[in-house]
């Protein structure tokens, strides 16, 4: 295939520009957005992080809520605990649950977090709300799904929340407006027996 010269190339570029143009002047809705992260692969949790640090540069308030994995020193914590004033991060879990062993305990550690989850829903300074990891919670039927999605969908109109987590429902999938499946292609924890690394899993 022949190279386009320069010309041909930003002439190409004049029509995506104004095919994107079009296309853009065509979306007027505003609305608070229900977004779900599911999938096996890595980057769950960090995507829904990296919209809460947007947030935060945006002047906007955030609430996390991290059910399931317990109080282990993480990175994203030790970082948006520098900002007291724009986020409240709440560790709710007591780790996996094969570490607990302790079904009637992980269920009232779930409750116990979806009622933090439900406060900052109802609450009008939050403009971002992350459930880290409730689909793992829903997935073992600790809370009812139709629980979930009755105060998720009855939100305030801009309020946007952040649902992550591996097998997520599909009637949470079906209520959610963005809903993206992470896929694991390769991973040194399997491929290369390497351990959890500090900044990059933790």
């Known amino acids: 295939m022949k190279p386009r010269t320069d010309a041909e190339h930003n002439e190409r570029m004049k029509k995506i520009q104004a095919a994107q143009a079009k296309k ?4 007027t809705v505003e609305k608070g957005l229900l977004i779900v992260h ?3 692969g890595k980057g769950k949790s960090s995507s829904a992080f990296g919209m809460a640090a947007r947030s935060i540069g945006h002047g906007m308030k955030v609430g ?25 991060f709440k560790r709710m879990g007591e780790g996996f649950t094969w570490d607990t062993q302790d079904r009637a305990r992980d269920i009232a550690a779930a409750r116990a977090g979806w009622e933090e989850v ?14 880290d990891e409730l689909n793992i919670v829903l997935r073992y039927d600790y809370l009812p799904v139709e629980e979930v999605l009755e105060a998720v969908t009855a939100r305030a109109e801009m309020k ?18 963005l809903v993206t499946e992470m896929t ?3 991973h040194p924890f399997r491929t290369q027996n390497v351990r959890a690394q500090k900044g990059i899993e933790f």
């Open 24 to 27: 853009i002047a065509t979306k």
């Open 38 to 40: 599911t999938g096996n």
């Open 64 to 88: 996390i809520v991290q059910f399931v994995k317990g109080t282990i020193d993480t990175g994203e914590k030790r970082f948006f605990d520098r900002f007291p004033d724009e986020i409240e």
């Open 118 to 131: 439900k406060r900052m829903i109802a609450d009008p300074a939050y403009a971002l709300v992350i459930a």
């Open 160 to 177: 946007h929340v952040i649902i992550t987590g591996r097998n997520a429902p599909q009637a949470l999938i079906d209520a959610a407006d």
């Open 184 to 186: 694991e292609v390769k």
